[in-house]
């Protein structure tokens, strides 16, 4: 009986001091963080776990001799214990990095000007993290599984053996997998596409939503989702909306008739644009840029601070110079000249 009490009651120890510990330890963070808002210290606690449950087995592995097992059954549990103590280790490891990461976005969101820093910072680092997280996972499953069981040992010393050939077989097997992963570490230094980004692809006009070692994904404007490999990006040519900055330049084409009066139109196009938030105020304009016997071609540009509002501003300044017109100078807009004409029967006999 004291053979089964002592390792119980060692181990309700354990629990009970790391949830102690990891309460308090909750409450000075969540202290911390309210005299400190700007701090947004909040992000660490999602690190209270792995951390309980790492320092949970390594006690555990110190007070292992209290409980006085036996020899054998005592390096069973020491291998369990040096195993989860490791994949408890990289949890932590990588929650605790997404928490810096969060942070360190958050002080850039804040400045309100690093927007385009914000971006390109969030695609570097989701993809650096899943490159990490997918190593540790491999290599802590490979050690905890060499721990608790020592006789594959053998296996793993014939398996490194011949890890040239398997590394040809598998490169020329995964030639895909791995030009695409080559290609997301490409766009996530070399600053090509950043999440965030206003693209147009393969006609498609979205906002890059997600990118990771094989696909990137496109949020259209109604919604749908677009997922094409992200060697797509390096090999084909594409728009972004986005490089160099957020703020781009609509433009708005009329037909209309030779009689308007471009100049009032000019006019109420920048009258207009002023009471528009979506207008940035850097550029506007009206030009006559063709014209053919028939009509003319009236072009009107306006600037907006990014893809979204220069939609919405367009449709607007569209809606809005054709109903001007309609009311102030309806003989502006193009009409359609017709006749009425006799049936060829009618001709014959008026000529009869």
């Known amino acids: 009986m004291e053979n089964v009490l ?3 009651v060692i181990t309700a120890a354990v629990i009970a001091a790391v949830v102690a510990l990891g309460t308090g ?27 309980q449950l790492l320092l949970a087995t390594v006690l555990l592995s110190a007070a292992t001799p209290l409980a006085e097992l036996e020899p054998r059954r005592e390096a069973v549990v020491r291998n ?20 810096l990461g969060e942070n360190l976005l958050r002080r850039y969101a804040d400045r309100g000007d690093q927007i385009y820093r914000v971006r390109q910072i969030r695609t570097q680092m989701g993809l650096v993290r899943r490159i990490v997280t997918t190593v540790l996972v491999v290599t802590t499953v490979a050690v905890a599984m060499l721990l608790l069981f020592p006789s594959l040992r053998t296996l793993g010393t014939s398996l490194l053996a011949s890890a040239g050939v398997i590394g040809i077989i598998a490169g020329v097997a995964a030639q895909s997998t791995l030009s695409n992963l080559v290609a997301g570490l490409q766009i996530a230094f070399g600053d090509s596409v950043k999440i965030g980004d206003t693209v147009v692809v393969e006609g498609e006009w979205g906002t890059v939503e997600e990118i990771t070692l094989a696909f ?21 040519p594409y728009e972004n909306w ?3 900055g957020s703020q781009i330049t609509g433009t708005v084409f009329l037909h209309l008739d030779h009689h308007t009066p471009v100049p009032l139109l000019r006019e109420h196009l920048l009258e207009y644009l002023r009471e528009r938030p979506e207008w940035d105020g850097r550029t506007a304009g009206l030009l006559v840029t063709d014209s053919t016997p028939t009509d003319i071609v009236v072009r009107a540009t306006m600037s907006a601070a990014d893809a979204d509002d220069v939609w919405t501003l367009r449709c607007a300044v569209r ?33 009869g």
């Not at 909750?26 to 792995?50: E, N, W």
């Open 6 to 8: 002592r390792p119980l």
């Open 25 to 51: 330890a909750d409450k000075l963070l969540r202290h911390t963080a309210a005299r400190r808002p700007g701090t947004h210290l909040t992000t660490l606690r999602r690190v209270r776990l792995p951390l």
């Open 80 to 99: 369990v214990l040096a195993a989860a103590t490791v994949l408890a280790a990289v949890w932590a490891v990588v929650r605790l990095v997404d928490a």
């Open 216 to 236: 990137l994904t496109i949020r259209i404007w109604d919604d749908r989702r677009l997922t094409m490999p992200v060697s797509y990006f390096n090999s084909q």
């Open 242 to 244: 986005s490089r160099g």
């Open 319 to 351: 809606e809005e110079l054709l109903g001007w017109l309609a009311r102030e100078h309806p003989d502006a807009l193009p009409t359609i000249p017709t006749a009425i004409t006799s049936s060829p029967r009618e001709r014959v006999e008026a000529a």
